[in-house]
């Protein structure tokens, strides 16, 4: 593993930091797309219905329900469940099927600045 340093992209220095926080989230992107392009079958588990499925059960499970204390009903979970249905159809189901590696927590939080100056992710 790479130390990537302790310095958060959405927490750069004032001075600049609209400017330069924009930069580096473009490179961040650009890495993000370039490791896509690198995607090769059977390196990591496939990204399929059953961890998408779960990934999107985080959210209500952990975020809404224990994060935020808002208990889901029946009607809430209907919405839910419709759109979770459309987010994995949009992804499991986009250009023919094509698969790409799926980095976890790609969220400016977890966007860290390298030594070197390039973006990573911690």
């Known amino acids: ?16 930091r609209a400017q330069r926080a924009y930069g580096l989230y473009r490179d961040a992107v650009d890495a993000l797309v370039s490791w896509q392009l690198a995607s090769r079958p059977d390196v990591l588990p496939p990204y399929d219905d059953a961890l998408l499925s779960r990934e ?11 994060h935020r204390g808002i208990a889901i009903d029946n009607t809430l979970r ?9 987010i994995r ?6 250009l023919g099927g094509a698969r790409v590696y799926v980095p976890r927590d790609f969220m ?5 600045v390298a030594q070197d100056g390039a973006p990573g992710l911690g």
């Open 108 to 112: 400016p939080r977890n966007l860290m």
């Open 89 to 94: 159809d949009s992804n499991l189901n986009s």
């Open 56 to 66: 999107l059960a985080l959210f209500p499970d952990w975020y809404v329900e224990k």
């Open 78 to 86: 209907g919405k839910l469940d419709a759109l979770f249905a459309q």
């Open 1 to 16: 593993a790479e130390y990537m340093g302790l310095e958060v992209i959405d927490q750069t220095p004032e001075a600049g």
